[in-house]
């Protein structure tokens, strides 16, 4: 599949390390905008909670190397073994550690969890564009993530940036719900890709939620 043919039909898991193979010479995928997005950037030196750090979905790495940069005690998982080969790489190069790992999203299984923050780049809205209930398992493992008070942030396409595909508000505020998610804050935000060496902005979103205490 090339990189023009997923982003038409959507990505199945196994399309993602045809994809970063494919792309690696011409930039990568358009998410990969060589840093990590612009809207989160800005939350990185304010409410991250550690010491330990969640990023599901992380890509060739460079969100939860930034949190790394920054003290964080950083685990990100991919689905894409060619993605995750590039962000331990990319560490490596900076004399990090992070703990990268190959794994479903929608059957995590971290023995380091419950975490103190947790971050979703970009995941949640790939999983809503598979359909097949991916979304619905991978809501259902994020609590056991997350330690009682931990902070949770979501960066999501809209629907509304019409190509077909995205989240809506309703579908974020009905997967961070009460009484297992709390202070609930969702932004509208732009997604930064890049594609063919051109900048590209999307409506999206960021949400914000607390894992509860007490559930
Ligand atoms: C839109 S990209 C975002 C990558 C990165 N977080 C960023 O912000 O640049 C979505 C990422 O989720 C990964 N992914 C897709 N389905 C997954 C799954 N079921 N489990 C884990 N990772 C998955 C893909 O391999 C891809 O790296």
């Known amino acids: ?29 358009p998410w990969d905008i060589g840093g990590p997005q612009p809207a989160l950037a800005k939350v990185l030196d304010r409410g991250v909670k550690g010491p330990k750090v969640l990023d599901i979905g992380c890509g060739p790495g460079d969100l939860a190397i930034a949190l790394a940069r920054r003290g964080y005690q950083v685990t990100g998982v991919d689905i894409s073994r060619v993605a995750i080969d590039m962000a331990r790489a990319k560490a490596a190069g900076e004399g990090l550690t992070v703990h990268f790992e190959v794994q479903d999203a929608t059957e995590l299984s971290l023995p380091s969890a419950p975490f103190d923050s947790v971050f979703d780049s970009g995941l949640l809205h790939s999983l809503h564009r598979r359909g097949g209930g991916a979304v619905e398992a991978y809501l259902a493992l994020l609590p056991g993530l997350a330690a009682p008070g931990a902070t949770v942030f979501v960066l ?29 804050d969702i932004e509208e935000i732009d ?15 960021l949400l914000r939620t607390v894992r509860a205490s007490d559930t």
């Open 1 to 29: 599949m090339t990189a023009h043919d997923a982003e038409a039909d959507g990505y199945e898991p196994h399309d993602y390390d045809a994809l970063y193979r494919d792309t690696a010479d011409s930039g990568g995928p």
């Open 156 to 184: 999501a396409v809209s629907l509304a940036a019409g190509h077909g595909w995205g989240v809506t508000e309703e579908l974020l505020r009905a997967g961070f719900a009460e009484p297992q998610w709390v202070d609930t």
């Open 191 to 205: 997604v930064a890709a890049e594609t063919g060496g051109r900048e590209l902005s999307l409506p999206g979103f």
